[in-house]
């Protein structure tokens, strides 16, 4: 079972394909639920969700901009993947006993 955080935050990793990052995620998260999220919470969910086993980090290439150090990737694992299917599952079958939003007044 995610939390709704860990959910995001999968889901954001999986649309950057491997190319995902702290940065990146944390902005993406704070653009779509137009809410703030602290940037050290990002982190230490990817950390805890890498070593469930739902993601794999690798490092990139050493950059200039960077003072060569390196940038922190990560990607969904098949089992991240397999979390995530069974996340919406869940998520769909809840939603399904409720009437249409929009006819809720």
């Known amino acids: 079972m995610l939390t709704k955080l ?3 935050i ?3 990793v999986w649309k950057f394909r491997g ?3 702290g940065v990146n995620v944390y902005e993406h998260l704070e653009n779509v639920t137009e809410s703030k999220v602290a940037v050290g919470v990002v982190y230490f969910t990817l950390d805890r969700l890498t070593k ?4 794999h980090s690798y ?4 950059t ?6 390196r940038k922190k990737y990560y990607e969904i694992t098949k089992d991240g993947m397999a ?6 599952k869940i998520h769909d ?3 399904e006993d409720y009437p249409n939003l929009g006819t809720i007044r």
């Not at 469930?52 to 993601?55: K, P």
């Not at 979390?83 to 919406?88: N, P, V």
């Open 64 to 69: 200039a901009v960077r003072g060569g150090m």
């Open 19 to 21: 190319k995902a990052y």
């Open 59 to 62: 490092k990139g290439e050493p």
């Open 52 to 55: 469930r086993g739902l993601l």
């Open 10 to 12: 999968l889901l954001a």
């Open 6 to 8: 860990e959910d995001q």
């Open 83 to 88: 979390t995530l299917e069974d996340s919406k």
């Open 93 to 95: 079958r809840i939603w």
